[in-house]
Structures are given as structure tokens and as C-alpha cells.
């Protein structure tokens, strides 16, 4: 009698052994699937990254595009600086030219107002 307490006492045993082997099978199986899940994670961590270089280097390149953009305007800023130089000259010219020929104007109205006295 007393040995088949015992060997009941010893099924008990094996039968939880049994249920905490079924655990340890259970967590197994979660462990397999947060492995999968950070083997996505880490897939999408690095499509992140990929998206994230080629932004960047989209924006050196349009960081280029627009340096250059600035020098053209510079260049361009100093030849209108030069073209409006050029016009204020022809404009100076222009109006010792006006006053070069007020004077010859006056010249030849003296000369007529002399002709004129004269006839």
C-alpha cells in the first residue's frame, strides 16, 4: 500500500514535470516568435535607414544644385552692377553732349541775332 502512495506521489511528480516541460515548450515558442519579430523589426530598422540615406543624399545634391544656383545669381548681380556702371557713363555723356550742343545752339543763335542786326 504504501508503495503505491509512493508511486502515486511519483506520477504526480512526472505529471507536473510534464505541465512545466509543456511551459517551457510554450515559451519556447514565444521566444522562436519575438526572434521572428525582431528579425522584421531589424529588416524595417534598416529599409529606415536605406530611405533615410537617400534623402540625404538627395539633399547634398539639391544643397549643390542651389550653390550653384547662388554663384550664377553673384555672377549675374555683378554683371548688372557692370551694365548699370555702363549706363550711368552713357548717361554722364549723354548729358555733357546735351550741354556741349546747348552751348552750339546758343552759338548759333548769337550768330543769327548778329546776322539779323546786320541785315
Given at each position: 500500500?504504501?508503495?503505491?502512495?509512493?508511486?502515486?506521489?511519483?506520477?504526480?511528480?512526472?505529471?507536473?514535470e510534464?505541465?512545466?516541460?509543456?511551459?517551457?515548450?510554450?515559451e519556447?515558442?514565444?521566444?522562436?516568435?519575438?526572434?521572428?519579430?525582431?528579425?522584421?523589426?531589424?529588416?524595417?530598422v534598416?529599409?529606415?535607414?536605406?530611405?533615410?540615406?537617400?534623402?540625404?543624399?538627395?539633399?547634398?545634391?539639391?544643397?549643390f544644385?542651389?550653390?550653384?544656383?547662388?554663384?550664377?545669381?553673384?555672377?549675374?548681380?555683378?554683371?548688372?552692377?557692370?551694365?548699370?556702371?555702363?549706363?550711368?557713363?552713357?548717361?554722364?555723356?549723354?548729358?555733357?553732349?546735351?550741354?556741349?550742343?546747348?552751348?552750339?545752339?546758343?552759338?548759333?543763335?548769337?550768330?543769327?541775332?548778329?546776322?539779323?542786326?546786320?541785315?
Amino acid at each position: 500500500m504504501e508503495l503505491l502512495k509512493e508511486e502515486l506521489l511519483v506520477m504526480e511528480l512526472l505529471k507536473d514535470e510534464l505541465f512545466v516541460m509543456e511551459l517551457l515548450k510554450e515559451e519556447l515558442l514565444v521566444m522562436e516568435l519575438l526572434k521572428d519579430e525582431l528579425f522584421v523589426m531589424e529588416l524595417f530598422v534598416m529599409e529606415l535607414l536605406k530611405d533615410e540615406l537617400l534623402v540625404m543624399e538627395l539633399l547634398k545634391e539639391e544643397l549643390f544644385v542651389m550653390e550653384l544656383l547662388k554663384e550664377e545669381l553673384l555672377k549675374e548681380e555683378l554683371l548688372n552692377e557692370e551694365l548699370l556702371k555702363e549706363e550711368l557713363l552713357v548717361m554722364e555723356l549723354l548729358k555733357e553732349e546735351l550741354a556741349v550742343m546747348e552751348l552750339l545752339m546758343m552759338e548759333l543763335l548769337k550768330e543769327e541775332l548778329v546776322v539779323m542786326e546786320l541785315l
